[in-house]
């Protein structure tokens, strides 16, 4: 998979990346505006070029508070980020090219009040998701939040998804409907966070073949 031309497909209008993406937006923009006054901890994995968290940050009233680290394997991608950053002056947004699913990538910012992990869950098998979703109580704080993506072909994991953070003491806060055609969930963490277990792989990124479904 060309993950730097994938991108492309947010570019066309009305499609269901397009809408997706703009759900994201409306979901991290909602964070932002609830959040306590104060410093903000952002991390977001596989950012691909960031197109979700830095363009609403860039107009952002709180975009001053927020530190964030965006971590994402393609250079290409990682590049697109920086450049964005930069011309927005984002000072305090960082980007990492590197394995986002290396959990000590994040060690020196967790745990963090916003988790971003879109694009992710419909690239990975089952037991990859609810292993990462097992470690989000080690990446969020207490009252934080993580937005996800899933795609709701089938098999349908999103009510499964749910639930999975539910045992790790998650509250659903709100996901997308079915018959829109894409998954949103935002769910915030109301147990205590974990020390990180270092040396951790989250996930592996596998083929569409082998998923036999799309991301």
């Known amino acids: 998979m060309d993950w730097n031309s994938w991108h492309d497909r947010y570019d066309v209008a009305d499609s269901w990346m397009a809408r997706r993406l703009e759900t994201v937006r ?19 994995l596989c950012a691909g070029d960031g197109r979700g968290l830095l363009h609403v940050l860039a107009g952002h009233p709180r975009r001053t508070d927020v530190r964030a680290r965006l971590v994402e394997l393609d250079a290409r ?9 930069r011309r927005a002056g984002l000072e ?60 709701r072909g089938a098999p349908d994991r999103v009510p499964l998804i749910c639930d999975w953070f539910g045992a790790q003491d998650f509250e659903l806060r709100w996901v997308s409907e079915p018959s829109v055609g894409y998954g949103v969930g935002v769910h915030r963490f109301m147990g205590t966070p974990q020390p990180v277990r270092g040396g951790r792989r989250l996930f592996r990124f596998v083929g569409d073949d082998d998923l036999g479904r799309r991301t």
């Open 26 to 44: 409306t979901q991290i923009r909602a964070v932002l505006d609830a959040a306590p006054a104060g410093p903000l901890s952002v991390i977001s």
């Open 77 to 85: 991608n990682a590049d697109a980020a920086s450049l964005t950053a």
């Open 92 to 151: 305090q947004v960082e980007v990492v090219t590197g394995d986002a699913a290396l959990i000590d990538r994040y060690q020196d910012r967790v745990p963090a009040d916003l988790v971003l992990i879109c694009g992710v869950f419909g690239n990975i098998t089952d037991h990859d998701i609810e292993r990462t979703i097992g470690a989000c109580n080690q990446l969020c704080r207490t009252g934080g939040t993580v937005i996800w993506t899933r795609h």
